[in-house]
Structures are given as C-alpha cells and as structure tokens.
C-alpha cells in the first residue's frame, strides 16, 4: 500500500496547473501540455504541512532505468516552487508517465551527480540554463528513484 492511496488530494489553487493536470489525466499524458511541452509526467506530493496529495506537471527526464528527475526552476523565480518543499518534507513522491503510476523515494541531487542528471533535464528542456540565470537561488534537482514503500 502507498502513502499516496489514502491521502486526500487538493487541486493546485492555480487554475492553470489544475487544467493541465485535468488534460493529462483525462489523455495519460496524449495531449501535450501548454506549460511544459509534449513530454511531460505528473508528480504527485504530500503536502509539507497538510499532508494532502498535489499533482504538478513536469517536463519528464528519464533514464530510461525507472529513474526521473525532477528540477525546481519556475522558470527563474526567485522562489522554489511548492513541490520542492514538499519533497523536502516527504521524499516520496508518485509519477503519472502517460498511464503508469509509479512510487518512487526522493533525494537531492549534487555534485557530479547534480551534473549528469542537468544535462538530460538541458536535453528535455533547453531553458533550464537560463532559469538558472535569471535566478539568484540555486535550483534543485531531485532524482526520483524505485525503493518507496
């Protein structure tokens, strides 16, 4: 059994997210997304204080191995997005790729391997270098990996 199967979900209060998950849902991922592209997953989260599922379309960046990667850039700002906290607080987490569920376990990822996983996010979503740039934080990168309960 998953943490996530119990666990009540709350749609994003920023409609555009909520519509986006609605279209990924309603086409396992078929349709392409208008915030970040034609390959793209749902990573589902608790919540950092309520423990609640939220669902947050990502630019999907595999290995091909059962392992995705995850980067908090919003597109530069200053601040990272939700999800990031949640993961922080609860490093698990569930990705929808076109109709598979998958648990996995969270960790940050820095150094060399921070390095090599920034390189296929580059390969998925060019952008990411300059998010970076427009950005004072550092953005994270969590590798998404099997072994969740």
Do not use: C
């Not at 199967?5 to 078929?30: L, T």
């Not at 592209?37 to 589902?44: A, R």
């Not at 204080?49 to 392992?67: F, H, M």
């Not at 990272?80 to 607080?89: D, G, I, S, T």
């Amino acid at each position: 059994m998953s943490v996530f199967d119990d666990a009540e979900y709350e749609p994003s209060p920023w409609e555009p997210i909520a519509e986006e998950v609605e279209r990924y849902e309603r086409s396992d991922g078929a349709e392409p997304s208008d915030l970040v592209g034609d390959e793209w997953i749902v990573l589902w989260t608790l919540g950092a204080r309520t423990g609640k599922v939220r669902k947050t379309p990502l630019v999907r960046i595999a290995d091909g191995e059962g392992r995705y990667a995850v980067v908090g850039s919003q597109g530069g700002a200053p601040t990272h997005p939700q999800w990031v906290h949640n993961v922080r607080a609860h490093p698990v987490a569930r990705v929808q790729d076109g109709s598979v569920r998958t648990d996995l376990t969270v960790r940050e990822a820095e150094g060399e391997d921070k390095a090599r996983w920034w390189e296929r996010a580059r390969a998925a979503w060019p952008d990411y270098d300059a998010y970076q740039a427009a950005t004072d934080r550092v953005i994270p990168l969590f590798v998404l990996e099997p072994g969740a309960d």
